[in-house]
């Protein structure tokens, strides 16, 4: 998906296995996935304007064997403007509800590159989830996203029963920059006397970059995301020091009574130690956290061995605490 470059493959096994800053072998499995995503452009989605890397991205295959589920609805949140497209499973309901938020760095990706994200979720958990395409940046800087997703989810806790859902048994969960956002929803909701029933981040964005966590020099390139790309995101997304605090969800002050958690890191990513640091300062609050890393880079829920793994731990734990 993105910009097709040609590739050895051999190549791309050798170099790898040789990473300076990675002393042990990585695994065939993450080696393709680095592979494959360097032949689509992943590693350059920053060397072009936003608009012209998402429409380079329209252009992407659709894919053959999604995930069954009852029934997709695509709407538009009228008030806010805010399209969405919800995943109704199989069975009679009502069902509990998941707000999902998709990853790209405040800045790229949308409802249709999550697709078979949410039809999993869907079809895992039983559940009725909404996928948000919640404001992007640079149109739509902080404070803007993660204000459109608290409209989102607000509104769907209100409309869940037009669609056989519950809202008052609702989780929200999102994987980077969607991480990030429902992390940020979790937090905004609890402040409001809002109850979630849990939230789950793959590898989210907790902290602004001036924080200077060790996995960001450790794993600066070499693994599709690196720090440069991840500071161009955040560049976009905000530019004002005097927010860089009220704007990173790790440094908000008191994390008590926030829904049970699910946080998940990649061991060859920048924000691995920011997401470890946002499972441990849950924890020290009292908040119920379960913390995985996995052997993998940036972007691999959902696809290969290892993305299932988690995609299974994911959909168990949401599961559970939406039927508790």
């Given at each position: 998906?993105?910009?097709?470059?040609?590739?050895?493959?051999?190549?791309?096994t050798?170099?790898?296995?040789?990473?300076?800053?990675?002393?042990?072998?990585?695994?065939?499995?993450?080696?393709?996935?680095?592979a494959?995503?360097?032949?689509?452009g992943?590693?350059?989605?920053?060397?072009?304007?936003?608009?012209?890397?998402?429409?380079?991205?329209?252009?992407?295959p659709a894919?053959?064997?999604?995930?069954?589920?009852?029934?997709?609805?695509?709407?538009?949140?009228?008030?806010?403007?805010?399209?969405?497209?919800?995943?109704?499973?199989?069975?009679?309901?009502?069902?509990?509800?998941?707000?999902?938020?998709?990853?790209?760095?405040?800045?790229?990706?949308?409802?249709?590159?999550?697709?078979e994200?949410?039809?999993?979720?869907?079809?895992?958990?039983?559940?009725?989830?909404?996928?948000?395409?919640?404001?992007?940046?640079?149109?739509?800087?902080?404070?803007?996203?993660?204000?459109?997703?608290?409209?989102?989810?607000?509104?769907?806790?209100?409309?869940?029963?037009?669609?056989?859902?519950?809202?008052?048994?609702?989780?929200?969960?999102?994987?980077?920059?969607?991480?990030?956002?429902?992390?940020?929803?979790?937090?905004?909701?609890?402040?409001?006397?809002?109850?979630?029933?849990?939230?789950?981040?793959?590898?989210?964005?907790?902290?602004?970059y001036?924080?200077?966590?060790?996995?960001?020099?450790?794993?600066?390139?070499?693994?599709?995301?690196?720090?440069?790309?991840?500071?161009?995101?955040?560049?976009?997304?905000?530019?004002?020091?005097?927010?860089?605090?009220?704007?990173?969800?790790?440094?908000?002050?008191?994390?008590?009574?926030?829904?049970?958690?699910?946080?998940?890191?990649?061991?060859?990513?920048?924000?691995?130690?920011?997401?470890?640091?946002?499972?441990?300062?849950?924890?020290?609050?009292?908040?119920?956290?379960?913390?995985?890393?996995?052997?993998?880079?940036?972007?691999?829920?959902?696809?290969?061995?290892?993305?299932?793994?988690?995609?299974?731990?994911?959909?168990?734990?949401?599961?559970?605490?939406?039927?508790?």
């Open positions: 998906m993105g910009i097709l470059l040609t590739f050895d493959i051999s190549f791309r050798k170099r790898y296995s040789n990473l300076k800053n990675n002393p042990m072998a990585l695994s065939e499995e993450v080696l393709q996935t680095i494959y995503a360097e032949a689509h992943y590693d350059k989605l920053n060397l072009l304007p936003p608009q012209q890397t998402r429409d380079l991205m329209k252009h992407a894919n053959p064997n999604p995930t069954t589920v009852r029934q997709v609805i695509n709407t538009i949140i009228e008030k806010d403007q805010i399209p969405v497209r919800i995943y109704i499973p199989n069975g009679d309901g009502p069902f509990p509800v998941i707000t999902y938020f998709h990853g790209g760095g405040f800045v790229l990706l949308s409802l249709d590159t999550h697709d994200i949410c039809r999993q979720l869907c079809a895992n958990t039983g559940a009725v989830v909404m996928s948000v395409d919640y404001k992007l940046a640079p149109e739509h800087p902080y404070p803007q996203g993660p204000e459109s997703a608290v409209a989102a989810t607000l509104w769907m806790i209100e409309n869940a029963k037009n669609y056989n859902g519950i809202g008052e048994r609702m989780a929200v969960a999102g994987d980077s920059a969607g991480g990030y956002m429902a992390i940020w929803v979790a937090q905004k909701l609890a402040t409001a006397g809002v109850i979630l029933k849990a939230q789950f981040a793959t590898y989210p964005v907790t902290d602004h001036s924080s200077h966590h060790a996995s960001w020099k450790e794993n600066k390139e070499g693994y599709v995301l690196t720090a440069e790309m991840m500071k161009w995101f955040w560049d976009n997304y905000l530019t004002d020091p005097a927010k860089f605090d009220e704007a990173s969800p790790l440094r908000t002050a008191d994390l008590s009574g926030l829904p049970p958690a699910l946080i998940m890191t990649a061991n060859y990513d920048p924000l691995r130690d920011e997401g470890k640091a946002y499972a441990d300062k849950l924890q020290k609050a009292g908040v119920p956290v379960t913390y995985q890393n996995y052997e993998n880079i940036h972007g691999f829920f959902g696809t290969g061995l290892i993305g299932q793994q988690a995609m299974q731990e994911a959909s168990n734990f949401l599961k559970d605490k939406l039927n508790s």
